[in-house]
């Protein structure tokens, strides 16, 4: 057996997001903004009595989909990315990933030019960065690697990536030894 903390386990090969699962109150809505403005995929929708749930592609595998339900009122509010908000505890935003700063600047143009308001980008030095809200208040950013940490072993020493002064007790282990000492237990709600 392997030892998951000591970090002798390899662990899954993660291959990216398979899907985040978010709400919509207006599914027409969400498709004409996700496939219409951003040009992500419709590439599955589910329909029962009870919800649509629909998938938009942002990369082979990857996907974000919506739940809309029936006859359950959903009340949306905005709320700008990095900002708390006490109705949104466990989520912030979401961000897609882009290959470079002209494709940034093309989603840029194109979400300006549908009407849709946007920042400037934002350097975060090792990506960059552009916000909006979709339809339903949802805090969306896109980014490009400018040092894409993907990929690769990870340098907990390198303080281009690992930018954080006084780091959790979980990334000092990480920086000491390359596995921490304890994980959390869970439980189902």
């Known amino acids: 057996m392997t030892d998951m903390i000591h ?13 985040l ?15 219409g403005v951003l040009g992500a995929r419709l590439v599955a929708t589910i329909g029962t009595p009870q ?14 989909a919506f739940f809309e339900y029936t006859g359950i009122p959903v009340e949306s509010f905005a709320k700008p990315a ?17 290959p470079d700063e002209d494709a940034l600047m093309a989603l840029r143009d194109r979400l300006k030019s549908a009407g849709c308001e946007i920042t400037d980008v934002v350097d975060h030095d090792f990506i960059r960065s ?9 805090a969306l950013e896109a980014s490009c690697w400018m040092l894409d940490a993907t990929g690769r072993p990870a340098d907990y020493g390198d303080e281009r990536l690992f930018a954080d002064p ?4 979980a990334v000092r282990e990480l920086r000491q030894s390359g596995a921490v000492a304890a994980t959390p237990r869970t439980r189902l709600a």
Do not use: C
């Open 7 to 19: 970090g002798t386990d390899e662990g899954p090969r993660w291959r990216g997001i398979n899907h």
């Open 51 to 64: 919800f649509r749930h629909y998938f938009f592609e942002f990369g082979p595998e990857s996907t974000v």
């Open 166 to 169: 006084d780091p959790v007790p």
């Open 130 to 138: 552009v916000y909006f809200t979709d339809p339903n208040g949802i």
């Open 82 to 98: 990095g900002v708390p908000d006490r109705r949104a505890p466990q989520f912030d935003h979401l961000s897609f990933n882009l």
């Open 21 to 35: 699962a978010l709400v919509t109150a207006d599914m027409d809505a969400t498709v004409r903004f996700y496939h």
